[in-house]
């Protein structure tokens, strides 16, 4: 799997960009790495989805 990080922006609601930082702080995680995650655990979440319908 390639690890190179590419730039990826896009708008959010004022209100989960709060959460969003407030998580930061609380775990001590950058809000780059929470939303990898996310965006890791939405692609699951999908996947496992296509698999039942097959």
């Known amino acids: ?3 190179q990080k590419k730039m990826f922006s ?3 609601s ?3 960009q ?3 930082k407030h998580l930061s702080v609380d775990t001590e ?4 790495k ?3 995650e996310a965006i ?3 692609l699951k ?8 319908s097959v």
């Open 14 to 16: 004022n209100r989960l």
């Open 40 to 42: 890791q655990d939405l």
């Open 18 to 20: 709060k959460e969003l």
């Open 34 to 36: 929470l939303t990898e």
């Open 29 to 32: 995680k950058s809000i780059s």
């Open 1 to 3: 799997m390639n690890d």
């Open 45 to 52: 979440k999908y996947k496992k989805k296509e698999k039942k």
């Open 10 to 12: 896009t708008r959010i």
